[in-house]
C-alpha cells in the first residue's frame, strides 16, 4: 500500500511539474522568422500578443500593409494563420511549430509546398 501511494505522489508531481512548465510559454513580443523560399530567404518580424492560449499576430507585408492574425499556444505547441492580399486574390497562410525559450521552428505551407521555419525572440 505504501508503494502504490509513493507512485501515485510521485506520477502527481511529475504531471505538476509538466503542466506547470507548459504554462510559462509566452511568445509576446517581436519574433524574426526567417524561412527559405522557392524565391530565396525572406525574414520577416512579427510581434504576437498572448493572453492565455490565444494569440494575436501582427506583420507588416512588402508592401507596408499591416497583416493581421490569430492563433493558439498550447503548451509549447503554437499554430497560427494569416491571410495575405495579394494581386492574384487573397491567401491563407497556417503556421504551425514549437516553443523553445526565445526561439521556434516550424513549417508553413507556402505555394502548396511545405516550407520550413525558424524565429528568434527580438530583444
Known sequence: MKFQKAVVLVLGLLLAGTFAA???VNVTG???LTMTT???EMKTVYTFT???EKLAV???GRNGQEITGTGTVKGNEIEWS???STPRGEFTSTYKGKVEGDKMSGTVEFM???VEWTAVRKK
Open 30 to 32: 517581436d519574433w524574426e
Open 50 to 52: 498572448q493572453d492565455g
Open 38 to 40: 522557392p524565391r530565396g
Open 58 to 60: 501582427k506583420t507588416t
Open 112 to 114: 502548396q509546398n511545405p
Open 82 to 84: 494569416i491571410t495575405r
Open 22 to 24: 507548459a504554462q510559462k
